[in-house]
């Protein structure tokens, strides 16, 4: 079932409901490679938009909003659990100052896609509560009362526990190209997704250069 056709300058693109997304150009059908091929053969996409940086939304019958970038890459997957009202999107429109407008199944919502801040909502309790965060090698690490987690900043996927770390972590310090994490069970130096306990005496709630 075809959702929508968009005409472009590389052809026309046509959004199907379950089969993901297909161009048409000079009489030839082809499929369109995303990065999320397998979430829509999973989900029903209801509706799409294009946005005016050629962004394209696609809205889902109970999986939320997806927004792929010019080559189709998934740039947010937004649902419930991000903030949505609802997982069923039913029409979609960006308005004059780039914020992107969700018609749910229960209510309506805005994004603006244009914030340099970005929201992770925890509506899982997953997390916990957060008592300090921090980049570092082109992950963010998040420390809370439930341990230490992290996620890569080009990535969409969910925060990962740091192995090792479940527990209250109460702080994160860069020294010397080493990230070092203030943790109820004492200090550790983080390595990329691992953790190498240093000091187990004592919890550590704070670090100071000397």
Do not use: R
């Not at 009489?27 to 962004?55: F, P, R």
């Not at 890459?73 to 009202?85: A, C, E, F």
């Not at 309790?125 to 080009?154: A, C, P």
């Amino acid at each position: 079932k075809i959702i929508n056709l968009n005409e472009t300058n590389d052809g026309l693109i046509l959004i199907t409901q379950k089969n993901g997304i297909f161009k048409y150009k000079n009489s030839v059908l082809s499929k369109l490679n995303t990065s999320i091929d397998k979430e829509l053969l999973n989900s029903s996409v209801y509706c799409s938009q294009y946005l005016s940086d050629g962004s394209l939304v696609l809205g889902t019958v109970s999986n939320g909003i997806f927004v792929l970038d010019n080559s189709k890459k998934l740039l947010y997957h937004v649902t419930q659990t991000d903030g949505l009202n609802n997982n069923t999107a039913l029409s979609l429109f960006e308005d004059f100052d780039k914020n992107l407008w969700i018609g749910l199944d229960n209510g309506i919502n805005c994004i603006n896609l244009q914030s340099p801040i970005k929201s992770f909502s925890d509506n899982s309790g997953i997390l916990g509560t957060i008592y300090t965060s921090v980049t570092f090698q082109n992950i963010l690490y998040i420390g809370t009362n439930q341990g230490l987690f992290y996620k890569n900043m080009e990535s969409a996927s969910d925060f990962q526990l740091v192995k090792g770390t479940k527990g209250q972590v109460w702080s994160l310090f860069i020294h010397d190209d080493f990230l070092f994490c203030g943790h109820d069970s004492g200090t550790f130096i983080i390595n990329n997704t691992s953790a190498n306990l240093i000091y187990n005496q004592y919890g550590t709630w704070k670090f100071e250069s000397v």
